[in-house]
């Protein structure tokens, strides 16, 4: 597994470096100390997996994230940071982050997050999984509502018994309209 580590702070590079080799399974290819010199070594190294900070000079992580996703789909970034703030968990997410960890995560959750990341897995740092699952159910809450709230009680009561399973014939007969089955759903909604 070729990992490139993106970290501000040289002591913190060094020591994840240090850490990672011991691992008979991972190689250290690079490491860079800001998101634009991590989009040059990602260019350069073609690595399996990021490991990335957030809060850098040049270029942040969220960026860097950003266009490593966009330029090299393939490449997993796993954010390794102190940063729990909503706004850059929830911006590094959608900058195409696979996962998220604090550094304060133990060694072998790393360990078990990297190799987990470059085979297909998402993981979110514990401390802050809760936020993300509230604002996902949040968000769906709202578009479901502001979607519904669009909707005519006719049209409400059409889409409830779209969802319940039945097919347009049996909507039309509920519904006590004709059916004729070159009409489109459209028409029982709206007769022309």
């Not at 969220?62 to 909503?86: G, N, W």
């Not at 195409?96 to 995560?105: I, Q, R, V």
């Amino acid at each position: 597994m070729k990992i490139l580590i993106c970290d501000d702070q040289a002591i913190v590079r060094d020591g994840l470096a240090m850490m990672l080799k011991l691992e008979t399974d991972m190689e250290v290819v690079s490491t860079a100390e800001d998101g634009a010199m991590a989009l040059d070594m990602v260019t350069r190294y073609k690595p399996d997996l990021v490991l990335m900070d957030l809060k850098m000079p040049v270029m942040n992580g969220v960026e860097a994230t950003r266009q490593i996703k966009k330029h090299f789909p393939e490449v997993k970034v796993l954010v390794l940071t102190t940063y729990s703030d909503d706004e850059w968990v929830f911006d590094a997410i959608r900058a195409g982050a696979s996962g998220y960890l604090l550094k304060d995560t133990a060694r072998e959750e790393l360990i078990k997050a990297i190799r987990g990341t470059i085979n297909g897995k998402t993981y979110v740092d514990p401390s802050i999984a809760g936020k993300v699952l509230e604002k996902v159910t949040s968000t769906q809450t709202q578009t479901a509502t502001h979607i519904t709230g669009k909707l005519t009680d006719r049209e409400l009561e059409v889409l409830k018994l779209i969802a319940s399973g039945l097919s347009n014939a049996d909507i039309a007969k509920r519904l006590s309209v004709p059916y004729w089955p070159n009409w489109r759903l459209v028409t029982v909604l709206r007769p022309p």
